[in-house]
């Protein structure tokens, strides 16, 4: 049994190697690892940028929607 399995596991690497020459092309998230983190570093750096804008558009809608009467 120990001489098949050696059969099976070279006719296996041999059909392997001769149908696919090129590696597998891996996992979505692997292959979109590197650009994804960098728009994560972008995104963190133009943060505080949007928080302050954001917060500007929170107070102004605020202020707009107050009542002008004094009670």
Known sequence: SCKREEKRLA????????????????????RNYDSRKQEIEQALHNMP??????????VATKEKSKSSLPF
């Open 11 to 30: 006719a296996k690497s041999t059909w392997f190697s001769s149908v696919r020459a090129k590696p597998p092309k891996g996992h979505k998230h692997q």
């Open 49 to 58: 940028k949007k928080i302050q804008e954001w917060k500007g558009e929170l």
